[in-house]
Every structure is written in C-alpha cells, then in structure tokens.
C-alpha cells in the first residue's frame, strides 16, 4: 500500500528558530499539500504544489512559510521564525489524478514552540 | 463560503448502535465529499467518499447519505464497535470542476466513542 512518510515525527524548537519540516510523497504523485492541525481543532489547508510551484496558499501561510522540493522526492514546509501558535500537527499529503481518488495523508510531524 | 459545518463535536454510541455525523457545506463549487477517520497521533485516512451525482453510497458498514438541495452529507456508521472510537473528518473539495488545487475543506470533527 502506497504511503507518505513525514519526518521528525517530533519537533521541538525555541521561538523565533527556523524549522524544516520533511515529507516523502507518494511515488508519481503530481500534487501535494500541507496541512495543520492545532491540537483538538480541525485540519486546516496551508499550501498546495504543482508542478514544482505554488498553486494556492490559505491565509495562514504567510511569509514566514515556504515550500520547495529540492530533489524530487522531498516535499518540505519551512518555518523561518516560528511563533507559539504555529505549535500544532502539520501533515503532508499527496494526490493524483486517475482511478485512484484520495489524497493520502502522512502520519505528521508535531511542532511544538517554546 | 468555504466552510464545512459538523456535527455532534462528539458522540457515544452502545457497541451495536448507528452512529449519525452531519455536514453541511455552502460553496456549491464542492463536488467531491469524503470522510476521514483519524485516531490518536496519527494522520487521517480516507474512510469513504461520494460525489453529488449519487444520493446515497455504502462500504461495508459506513454509508453517505448525500442530498443536493440541502448541501448536507452525513455518515452513518452501522453496527458501531469499539474499533470505530476515533475521530471522523467531513471534507468537501472541489476534485471535479477543473480549477484550483483539489485542497480539502474539512469540518471541525467529531470524536465517537463506542463503549461496550
């Protein structure tokens, strides 16, 4: 069964500190996403990727985030300069089109800021 | 516009009964529903979804019920069991219309707890 992986499955970091946030998709998967959930809330849409770009953001990604996949195969979230309330669950998933018509979750990765 | 609005925010059921979780949506743009269930430390997972061309479509003992003119969708869960205690996602996205990114919208959730 196809899966994503998400590394760290933990990260602590102090205020103000970057943080890389590192997914594997789904091999030939075309689209991918991340996702957050605050502890006890719903999940909510940061950012998709197309087609190594950006085609939509929410209003939660502001500039202190960005995406990049810089060999093909990792899909990562970049926090420059994390605050307390970016302390949450942040999951990756991935998505293509054809007969298969899901978008798969990994298991995330929780961000916790002091 | 984009909101997904569920119900209960959370509910116990008896080993056996059904459990009823509703959504209802507002962008009529959405065309593709599905549910996740997601437990404890882990991500969600697709549990079953439905497009509006369909009233109604069931997997085993989970079952949509879809109704167009309402832009509400809800999950029935028969002969619930202890395994199913997890919280359940309504999601809605615009898969099929062509535009965008095919990002999902998801209700707040309900967390189910099926005792013995």
């Known amino acids: 069964e196809p899966e994503v992986t998400q590394t760290p499955s933990h990260q602590v970091t102090q205020m103000g500190q970057e943080v890389i946030l590192r997914c594997v998709p789904i091999s030939n998967h075309l689209y991918f996403y991340w996702y957050r959930q605050i502890l006890g809330q719903k999940v909510e849409f940061l950012v998709s990727?197309?087609?190594?770009?950006?085609?939509?953001k929410s209003e939660i990604f502001d500039d202190q985030f960005s995406v990049e996949r810089p060999d093909g195969s990792n899909f990562t979230l970049k926090i420059r300069s994390t605050k307390l309330e970016d302390s949450a669950m942040y999951f990756c998933a991935t998505w293509t089109s054809g007969r298969i018509d899901e978008q798969f979750f990994g298991p995330g990765t929780r961000l916790t800021v002091l | 516009q984009q909101q997904v609005k569920q119900s209960p925010q959370s509910l116990i059921v008896q080993k056996g009964g059904i459990s009823i979780i509703n959504c209802a949506y507002e962008n009529t743009a959405f065309d593709y529903f599905p549910w996740y269930q997601q437990f404890p430390g882990k991500g969600p997972a697709l549990l079953i979804a439905?497009?509006?061309?369909?009233s109604e479509k069931k997997e085993g003992r989970f079952t949509i019920s879809f109704n167009k003119s309402a832009k509400q969708f809800s999950l029935h869960i028969m002969d619930s069991q202890p395994g199913d205690s997890a919280t359940y996602f309504c999601?809605?996205?615009?898969?099929?219309?062509?535009?965008?990114?095919?990002?999902?919208?998801f209700g707040k959730g309900t967390k189910l707890s099926v005792i013995p």
């Open positions: 439905i497009r509006p061309d369909v």
């Open positions: 999601a809605a996205s615009n898969r099929y219309s062509g535009a965008g990114s095919y990002q999902l919208t």
């Open positions: 990727f197309y087609n190594n770009e950006i085609s939509e």
